[in-house]
């Protein structure tokens, strides 16, 4: 195993940079930083959805996915850390899309938008999935900018957010709860 880290504070970012994995220092506010870190952010939310599950609500079907999604967050935070390096493969991208297949199975047409709402894992889920959208937002962002972004990632943290968002909806229906639906606030008050 690789380095291990003896000392956690090193004094090195105390001008406001930080360094890459290849040895550049950047600004703590670089979209590069920025991005990996609301990846980090995402990997957070992901265990916190992770401890928030049951059997009940599917934790025992769902958990070993997300744990293999934190992993793979992980990874796209080291693609990130390190301009031009890959680690991710397309089997991660195929592995969610069958997933969400498999679960929308289970699920009842959506005709209406719903609210991110309902049980608290229903609602990590949520939170998850809309920190999701904020990495995939910033990650095209530094793709516009830095040629060393890979259209993979992109697909990836894109298919991860439809996951979570049939993910929710199964954790809300085997929590035995009604997904919260969306209703126009003045069609209500007419």
Known sequence: MGHRLSKIY???GDDGTTGLGDGQRVSKDDLRVET???VDELNSAIGLLRASLTERNQGETLDPLLSRIQHELFDLGGELCIPNYRIL???CVD???DSIDQMNETLPMLKNFILPAGSVPTAHAHLARSICR???RL???LKHRED???DLSLHYLNRLS???FVAARVISRFDGGQEVLWVRQDAETK
């Open 36 to 38: 990996y870190g609301t």
């Open 134 to 136: 904020r990495a995939e």
């Open 95 to 97: 592995r969610l899309e």
């Open 10 to 12: 090193t004094r090195t």
């Open 89 to 91: 493969q397309n089997e």
């Open 148 to 150: 060393d972004v890979s």
């Open 139 to 141: 990650l095209t962002s």
């Open 162 to 164: 439809d996951w979570l």
